[in-house]
Structures are given as C-alpha cells and as structure tokens.
C-alpha cells in the first residue's frame, strides 16, 4: 500500500470514529517504511487544521461540499493539507495519487472538479492565510490554527486573549513521539533507534525518556516488542511519576487504566508494589492486559472490566492514579481527530462524572494514602473546579505539593498543576495530589 493510499485509509476510519494513531498502527503494516512518513503527514496535516481547510475548499467548491462523494471530500482535504503544508511533496505526484484514488472508489467523474479546486485553493491559500495571521479577531485565530471556536472562546474567559492566542499556536503544533525507556538502558536505546533511523536523544527533562523527531511506528521501533520501549508522551511520564513518588508501601489501583500506558509505568517503576487497573471497556481491558505482557509484568498486575464507581479492589489501596476521562484538548495536537468530535456541552458531563470518579478514589484510598488526579485538559471545569469541590465538601482530603518542577509547569488556580503544552513532547495536562487524612 503506497503512502496516499494508506492516508485515506485511515482518513475513513477516524471517520468511523476511531483515533487516528489506532488507525495508522493498523494500516501501517501493510505499507512500505519509505512511505509511511507520507501517510502520517496527510492524514494529521489534514485533521490538525480540518475547519480552515473546509473553509479554504467550500469557498472554491461550485457544489455543495456535503453533497460530493465520500471520497471526493476526502481528496480534497487531504489534497489541500498536502499541497499547502507538505513542501518535500511534489504537487504534481500528490495529484496523480488523488486522481487514481477517484478511479479506484468509481469517481473519476469529479476529477475535473478537483483539479479546478485545488488549483484555486494553491493560489489563494497564502493570502487568505495571511489575512487570518493578521487578523486581531480570536475566531480567525481559531480557523487558521484548526481549533473550535467555542473552545477558542471558552479558554479566552479562562486564561485571557494573550494566553489564548499562544495556546491557539501550541495546539496546532506537530506533535512528536517521546519514549518511556529504563533510564539505565538509555543510552543504549538512543544509539538502537539511531542505527535504525530514527532521529533520537535524550530528554533534557526525564531520566526516562527519549524524544525523536519522528510521529514513529511503535511497533517497529527497536526494543518495542521487548518492552524495553513505550510511547508515552511527557506530560504522561510527568503525571506518573508523580504517582510513584507518592507511594510509600500498599496495593496501588490504576482506576481508569484505558490500554494501561500509566499502568505499565507504575509497573516497572514500583516493582514491589501489586497493581489493580480498571476499565469499562472490555477491549481495552485485554490491550492493557497484552501490554503488561509485553512489558513483562503480567505477574503484578490484576486487569479488571468494569465500571469504577461500583468495582470493589481486592486489596484497599494506599495509592490511586485517578486518570479519569476527559475531553483530550491538551492533546489537541497529538489526537486532533478529537477536537472535531466534542461539543462544549459535553463539559459538563465530563465534570460531573470526573466529581464522582475523584470522590470514589478518596472513599477507597487508605488513611495516610495518596490520590494522583488527572486530565490531559486545559478546560479548567475537567481540572481545578473538579478539585476545589471535593475538597469543599470534604475535610478528610488535603492537597500536598506537585513533587516537580519545570518551566512548563503552572499553578492551577487555586488548586494543582497545570502541565503547558510547550513541546513537540508535552501534552497539556493537569494534576493534582490528594492525601486523606488518617
């Protein structure tokens, strides 16, 4: 499978409703090495900035664009992310490929039309972009970065116009692949990966972590099937070792494992401790219990479906990593799929549930334990507002310090620590850390 071809691939499936990073894993297999760069490239550079795309191809569109074929959309979203943002890319050949991609799906018909909308939209993409850039309205912002309007709105009452048009920026930048390692095998895995290569060094700010100039096929990676390798962004390995640091002895519950990356880390960092992890999902359920597998610490690690506020663990835990579910938009950058998917009114639902997960935590925490909370939001309703009401109501939690500190750490306002998405690496993210009293 050539590289284009493997992008609308994928393309259909985040249409279906699933991650993009799930998507490509999959597809990727199949494609040449050589050409899945490519691929990658297409499919985020068309996500990262899907509104100002549409915008830039309704305006040059004769027909109405939810009326063209599934695959004339996709071509021409794909097109214009790739002509406007891929320079390596020749046009010429990106052309080509969409054009043979019509007369696979029996559209050749709209061939015409998109070589007449794509040729407009090359012309008059840098003008119209210009004008966004220079324009002191937040909404054009917002278009030219690919970020929701209401959630561009919404982080402007939050964090000011100033702050708002850098997080604008931020969300929009590629994102890169950083890598959960054993810091006292680093070194070597930095010169694996290299031999391989793939750019690599280690990170200034983690012990265990690699960062790459790469977005990275895992799977392939040396020292992935061996568990000596994870993806794990930097925010995440922030978040997790806070969670380590806050272990003094006991079980430890991960209480919304997902596919179990937090889980894995408390794993092989707390190698005396016995985890449990939670999820509702039973699919990810079995992907968490494949990684401890993979991971080699299917022996300390009890994965169990179901659903958090009525679980009971086996043994009362001393430590609870409360990653709860949330609206992703410090990962706009990374999963930016997910900005198109969510609705401002989802906010409260998010909040709402993120109140009972976190009081569920302090209920079943031991006195003198440790609750670890957090998002990857910056929607300060999923982060400091979940925190300031539990602790409201209930005067046997107390926050205790974040235990690091970074430049690209904030005070949350009042409570925990905001995690700025500054880096290809960083994710933004929120923590917080709860002890109950004994």
Same mark, same amino acid.
């Given at each position: 499978m050539r590289g284009v071809e493997a992008a609308f691939a994928a393309w259909y499936?985040?249409?279906?409703?699933?991650?993009?990073?799930?998507?490509?894993?999959?597809? $990727?297999?199949?494609?040449?090495?050589?050409? =899945?760069?490519?691929? @990658?490239? $297409?499919? &985020?550079?068309?996500?990262?900035?899907?509104?100002?795309?549409?915008? $830039?191809?309704?305006n040059r569109c004769r027909r109405p664009f939810h009326q063209l074929a599934p695959v004339t959309r996709a071509a021409l979203i794909l097109g214009t992310a790739g002509l406007v943002e891929l320079r390596h890319f020749v046009p010429a050949v990106l052309m080509n490929a969409l054009a043979m991609r019509l007369r696979a799906e029996k559209a050749q018909g709209d061939e015409p039309l998109l070589h007449a909308v794509l040729h407009r939209v090359t012309e008059d993409a840098p003008r119209k972009m210009e004008q966004l850039r220079n324009s002191a309205e937040l909404r054009d912002q917002a278009l030219l970065f690919g970020i929701p309007g209401w959630a561009a709105a919404h982080w402007s009452r939050e964090w000011g116009t100033s702050e708002t048009r850098r997080l604008l920026r931020l969300s929009a930048m590629k994102a890169y692949l950083s890598l959960r390692v054993d810091p006292t095998r680093r070194d070597e895995l930095v010169e694996a990966l290299q031999a +391989?290569?793939?750019?690599?060094?280690?990170?200034?700010?983690?012990?265990?972590?690699?960062?790459?100039?790469?977005?990275?096929?895992?799977? #392939?990676?040396?020292g992935y099937e061996e568990g000596a390798v994870t993806p794990m962004s930097e925010s995440s390995l922030w978040v997790g070792e806070a969670a380590v640091s806050s272990w003094s002895g006991g079980a430890v519950l991960d209480l919304c494992a997902g596919r179990g990356v937090k889980t894995g880390h408390l794993a092989t960092r707390l190698?005396? +401790?016995?985890?449990?992890?939670?999820?509702?999902?039973?699919g990810r359920v079995h992907a968490g219990a494949r990684e401890m597998a993979r991971l080699g610490v +299917?022996?300390?690690?009890?994965? =169990?479906?179901?659903? +958090?506020?009525?679980?009971?663990?086996?043994?009362?835990?001393?430590?609870?990593? @409360?990653?709860?579910?949330?609206?992703?938009? #410090?990962?706009?950058?990374?999963?930016p799929e997910a900005k198109w998917r969510l609705a401002a009114e989802k906010l409260e639902d998010y909040a709402a549930l993120q109140v009972r997960l976190l009081e569920r935590a302090a209920d079943l925490v031991l006195p003198g334990g440790?609750?670890? &909370?957090?998002?990857?939001?910056?929607?300060?309703?999923?982060?400091?507002?979940?925190?300031?009401?539990?602790?409201? =109501?209930?005067?046997? $939690?107390?926050?205790?310090?974040?235990?690091?500190?970074?430049?690209?750490?904030?005070?949350?306002?009042? &409570?925990?620590?905001?995690?700025?998405?500054?880096?290809?690496?960083?994710?933004?993210? &929120? @923590?917080?850390?709860?002890?109950? =009293?004994?």
């Amino acid at each position: 499978m050539r590289g284009v071809e493997a992008a609308f691939a994928a393309w259909y499936e985040v249409e279906k409703g699933r991650f993009a990073s799930e998507a490509l894993r999959q597809i $990727l297999t199949e494609v040449a090495p050589a050409e =899945r760069r490519l691929a @990658a490239s $297409l499919l &985020y550079g068309a996500l990262r900035r899907q509104s100002l795309w549409k915008d $830039l191809i309704r305006n040059r569109c004769r027909r109405p664009f939810h009326q063209l074929a599934p695959v004339t959309r996709a071509a021409l979203i794909l097109g214009t992310a790739g002509l406007v943002e891929l320079r390596h890319f020749v046009p010429a050949v990106l052309m080509n490929a969409l054009a043979m991609r019509l007369r696979a799906e029996k559209a050749q018909g709209d061939e015409p039309l998109l070589h007449a909308v794509l040729h407009r939209v090359t012309e008059d993409a840098p003008r119209k972009m210009e004008q966004l850039r220079n324009s002191a309205e937040l909404r054009d912002q917002a278009l030219l970065f690919g970020i929701p309007g209401w959630a561009a709105a919404h982080w402007s009452r939050e964090w000011g116009t100033s702050e708002t048009r850098r997080l604008l920026r931020l969300s929009a930048m590629k994102a890169y692949l950083s890598l959960r390692v054993d810091p006292t095998r680093r070194d070597e895995l930095v010169e694996a990966l290299q031999a +391989a290569g793939t750019r690599a060094w280690a990170s200034p700010d983690l012990a265990s972590a690699v960062r790459t100039a790469s977005f990275g096929f895992p799977p #392939g990676l040396p020292g992935y099937e061996e568990g000596a390798v994870t993806p794990m962004s930097e925010s995440s390995l922030w978040v997790g070792e806070a969670a380590v640091s806050s272990w003094s002895g006991g079980a430890v519950l991960d209480l919304c494992a997902g596919r179990g990356v937090k889980t894995g880390h408390l794993a092989t960092r707390l190698p005396e +401790a016995t985890l449990e992890a939670w999820d509702l999902s039973a699919g990810r359920v079995h992907a968490g219990a494949r990684e401890m597998a993979r991971l080699g610490v +299917a022996d300390r690690v009890t994965f =169990r479906e179901g659903d +958090a506020l009525e679980l009971e663990p086996r043994t009362p835990p001393s430590l609870i990593l @409360a990653d709860v579910p949330c609206s992703g938009s #410090g990962t706009w950058s990374r999963h930016p799929e997910a900005k198109w998917r969510l609705a401002a009114e989802k906010l409260e639902d998010y909040a709402a549930l993120q109140v009972r997960l976190l009081e569920r935590a302090a209920d079943l925490v031991l006195p003198g334990g440790r609750v670890v &909370y957090s998002t990857c939001s910056l929607f300060r309703e999923e982060n400091e507002k979940v925190v300031a009401e539990l602790l409201g =109501r209930r005067k046997d $939690l107390v926050e205790v310090p974040f235990p690091f500190k970074n430049s690209l750490f904030r005070k949350g306002r009042p &409570y925990g620590t905001v995690i700025w998405p500054g880096l290809p690496w960083v994710d933004g993210f &929120y @923590a917080a850390v709860l002890m109950k =009293r004994r």
